[in-house]
C-alpha cells in the first residue's frame, strides 16, 4: 500500500504529465496552422503571380538598365522564391522555439521532483 504522500506525489506527477502533453499538442496545432497559412499564402501569390506581372512593364524598372531577373516575366518567380525562404525561416523558428519549449519541460521536471 502507498502512504498519502506517495499518493499525492503520484497524483502531482501525473498532473504535470498531463499539463506538458497538452502543451506540446498546443504547440503543434499552432505550427501545423501556421505553416498551412503560410504554404496556402505561398500558392495563391503563385496562381495570382502572372497576372500581377502582366502589369509591370520594363519601362517601370528603369528601362534598359535594370538586370533581367527584374524584367516583368521573372518578377513573379522572385518573389515567390523570396516567399519561400520566408517561409522556410518562419517553420525554421517555430520549429526551435517548440523544441526550446519542450527542453524547458524537461528542465521543470527535473527541478520539481
Same mark, same amino acid.
Given at each position: 500500500?502507498r502512504?498519502?504522500a506517495e =499518493? $499525492?506525489? +503520484?497524483?502531482k506527477? =501525473? &498532473?504535470r504529465?498531463?499539463e506538458?502533453e497538452?502543451q =506540446?499538442?498546443r504547440a ?5 496552422a501556421?505553416? +498551412? ?8 501569390l503563385?496562381? &495570382?503571380m502572372p497576372g500581377i506581372?502582366? !502589369? #509591370?512593364s /520594363?519601362?517601370?524598372?528603369? *528601362? *534598359?538598365m535594370?538586370?533581367?531577373i #527584374?524584367s !516583368?516575366?521573372?518578377l !513573379?518567380?522572385? @518573389? @515567390? !522564391?523570396? $516567399?519561400? #525562404? @520566408?517561409?522556410?525561416?518562419?517553420v525554421? @523558428?517555430?520549429c526551435?522555439?517548440? =523544441?526550446?519549449?519542450?527542453? /524547458?519541460s +524537461? /528542465?521543470?521536471?527535473r527541478y520539481d521532483?
Amino acid at each position: 500500500m502507498r502512504t498519502t504522500a506517495e =499518493r $499525492l506525489a +503520484a497524483a502531482k506527477q =501525473r &498532473a504535470r504529465e498531463l499539463e506538458r502533453e497538452r502543451q =506540446r499538442r498546443r504547440a503543434r496545432g499552432i505550427l501545423c496552422a501556421g505553416t +498551412a497559412a503560410c504554404l496556402a499564402i505561398i500558392v495563391s501569390l503563385a496562381l &495570382a503571380m502572372p497576372g500581377i506581372a502582366e !502589369g #509591370f512593364s /520594363d519601362t517601370t524598372l528603369g *528601362g *534598359g538598365m535594370a538586370a533581367s531577373i #527584374f524584367s !516583368g516575366r521573372s518578377l !513573379g518567380y522572385l @518573389v @515567390v !522564391g523570396l $516567399l519561400a #525562404f @520566408v517561409l522556410g525561416v518562419c517553420v525554421t @523558428v517555430l520549429c526551435v522555439r517548440l =523544441r526550446g519549449h519542450e527542453g /524547458d519541460s +524537461a /528542465d521543470e521536471e527535473r527541478y520539481d521532483d
